[in-house]
């Protein structure tokens, strides 16, 4: 006998990272190329590198359950840690493409954390994981949490730079 009530860790997860993504890419299309190189202050990110960042760590799938990684390796050199911000639009990917490889890579992620079970997410990452990051995590779960958390405040600060540019709702 089961419990229909019950929802498994890995479809509430599922759930979860598809609801906290879900108005990030439809929102960057929407801006200008001036918005979205605007840096919110000297020296920090603007939106392009933010949400550019963000397409390369939501393509978790390969560590979930071993699919094959979809964002081009390009994207590591332009977006990953310890990379700076670049002035221009011509430096980087269309943000329409970005948008799309995003959108791909949360439903490859939610595809991915659902055809794993519950138990397997104390085991190893499926594919290792980049030097950068082995230090921090080891197993799926792991991924799962760190790399959400990640995201999450990559939402966040989203939101905020939003709000200084003067779009989004009223709070």
Known sequence: MTDESFIPVV????????????????????LT??????????????LYWIF???????????????????????????FDFGTRPKDTAADYPPIA???DLFDRAVEN??????SIGDQDLVKPTAVPLPPGLVDFMSTRYEVIKKLGLHLVYHVGQ??????????????
């Open 33 to 46: 190329v001036d918005e979205l190189l605007r840096r919110p202050a000297a020296g920090r990110s603007h």
């Open 11 to 30: 479809d509430q997860t599922a759930d979860l990272f598809q609801s906290c993504t879900a108005w990030v890419p439809k929102t960057m299309r929407d």
């Open 158 to 171: 989203i939101g905020t730079i939003l709000k200084i540019l003067g779009k989004g709702g009223e709070s």
């Open 52 to 78: 550019g960042h963000m397409v390369l760590y939501t393509d978790i799938a390969p560590f979930i359950n071993g699919s094959p990684a979809i964002i081009p390796n390009r994207y590591v050199e332009l």
């Open 109 to 114: 992620a939610v595809r991915a954390l659902k």
């Open 97 to 99: 493409e970005m948008a």
